[in-house]
């Protein structure tokens, strides 16, 4: 069984950092590795968007708003996913999910940016 978990989700200032972490189990490497993964967030209110993406080759894509703060890094070895945040904003906020392929997602970490 495919099992997604994320953490490093919590309440910091404008201004701080975090790290999510995308734990995986049950993914075999060569599914973990060739395949596109990433985070989305959903805020209060709004609809679940993409923060970052990474593919099978390495090749990184961000959303506009977190271009140049947020930073996509996973370890194929570990089957685990990282994302590192800093220069938090207030619109950060919201609860962010892993995802690996289309089919496997985690159930979310809540980050919450306080200004």
């Known amino acids: 069984q495919v099992q997604l978990a994320e953490s490093g989700g919590g309440l910091v200032q404008a201004g701080g950092s975090l790290r999510l972490s995308c734990a995986t189990s049950?993914?075999?490497?060569?599914?973990?590795?060739?395949?596109?993964m990433g985070w989305h967030r959903q805020a209060p209110g709004k609809e679940r968007e993409l923060v970052a993406s990474?593919?099978?080759?390495?090749?990184?894509e961000y959303a506009d708003s977190v271009n140049g703060r947020f930073t996509l890094s996973k370890n194929n070895a570990k089957r685990t996913m990282y994302l590192e945040m800093n220069n938090l904003k207030a619109e950060d906020t919201g609860v962010y999910y892993c995802?690996?392929?289309?089919?496997?997602w985690g159930r979310g970490t809540q980050v919450t940016v306080s200004s």
């Open positions: 990474i593919s099978s080759g390495g090749h990184t």
């Open positions: 049950g993914i075999i490497l060569s599914v973990f590795s060739s395949n596109t």
């Open positions: 995802h690996v392929g289309t089919d496997y």
